[in-house]
């Protein structure tokens, strides 16, 4: 996949959200393309220095956590971390951060804070876009 680009919105907030997004985000960077996310409302929870360790699954859906466990799946903090060790862009939106008086120290490190125009400036060539 050299020479793709891969742009995700990350909108929403729950456990299935962060799955869909770094699961995604990191099997598009493994293999080769360049990968950025932009995190707005409740998307920041998933790069949250807190928030992301305790996101919560959808109601109903509880047996899951059972599941992911015996599936051997990473948790969100160990995407979180491959996400980052494959350079994958994370921008965190200045607005939704302003409106919910959020700094930038709350979040993991390494990560941009950028308004919807430096999303559109990094997504504008994507070969592929998706929303999550």
């Given at each position: 996949m050299a020479n793709?680009?891969?742009?995700?919105?990350?909108?929403?907030?729950?456990l299935f959200d962060a799955y869909k997004v770094f699961n995604?985000?990191?099997?598009?960077?493994?293999?080769?393309?360049?990968?950025?996310?932009?995190?707005?409302?409740?998307?920041?929870n998933l790069i949250h220095k807190e928030a992301h360790k305790n996101l919560p699954l959808p109601e109903g859906k509880e047996h899951f956590e059972e599941g992911f466990k015996q599936a051997n799946v990473p948790s969100i903090e160990e995407l979180v971390g491959i996400a980052q060790e494959l350079n994958i862009k994370i921008i965190a939106?200045?607005?939704?951060?302003d409106v919910m008086n959020l700094e930038k120290e709350a979040f993991i490190d390494g990560i941009e804070v950028g308004g919807a125009a430096s999303f559109i400036e990094?997504?504008?060539?994507?070969?592929?876009?998706?929303s999550f």
């Open positions: 793709t680009k891969v742009a995700i919105i990350a909108a929403n907030g729950s995604v985000a990191t099997a598009a960077a493994a293999s080769d393309a360049e990968v950025g996310i932009f995190f707005t409302f409740e998307g920041l939106c200045q607005m939704t951060m990094y997504a504008k060539d994507a070969n592929i876009t998706l």
